[in-house]
């Protein structure tokens, strides 16, 4: 069976678009077979692994080579558990002033409050992360999924160009390679909640030049991912020998 065969049999879906039919070499298979993962065992991963991991992060491209970014390790289980609380505290204080579909006070009130915070920042609230918001708050999600080792990845504002692209491409080697060593990893947004704290932006070391983007939770899996996540098939403008044509 091919590796593009085993992929579709295991999600029983025809996901997969391009290309049809060919077999996938290593690094695409690793790219496909990579799942968010967020269950891990109560396992450390070996120190020597998440230096390696983050030697991969340092090999990223960046624009003029700038390498605008810090990596934060963290391994400590009580910094880690209490992070958590201090974010699952934010996400109380956010579902009672915006989720207009659970909050006290009232969800004209909640809506407003909901709209104007979009307004302010379109890109944290837009769409609304309240399913996510709401687990955190009831402590059904952990911001860190019970991960024994985060990596902060902070960027440089010294950086050239566009410094978070920078950290994205970096960030992105270290999944890829955790994959591949059989790690699972999952991307951690709500970090965001931690910038409230000024205890937490002091100990993570955030402060000129760096500002905190994101992190990436790793460890050993708990089971198996149950195949891909469906992806939008986006139409692809292709411009060539004078003509453009689309494709989908
Ligand atoms: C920048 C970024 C931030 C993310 N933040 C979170 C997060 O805070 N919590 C979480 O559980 N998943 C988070 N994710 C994981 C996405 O939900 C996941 O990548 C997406 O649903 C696709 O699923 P897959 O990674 O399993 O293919 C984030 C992913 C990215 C790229």
Redesign the pocket.
Known sequence: MTESERLLTKTGQDELVYPQGDDWNEVEGVILR???V?NYQDKQVPENVILRLIEMGRFAPSAGNSQPWKFVVIRDRQMIDEMNDFAQKMAKIFNFLLNWRTSPIGKKLAMLDSQLMIRLQPNILAPVPFG?VDLLATGK?K?F?NAPTVIFIMSDRRGVGKPQVDV?IAGQNIVLAAHSMGLGT??????ELLKYSRKWMKKLGVQYPYKMC?AIAIGYPVGE?DG??ERETQAIYWHEDGREKLLY
Not at 186 to 191: E, L, R, T, V
């Open positions: 990579r799942r968010s967020r996510a999600l911001l999924h994205g999952c991307w951690i947004g709500f970090i994101e991912p891909l996540v």
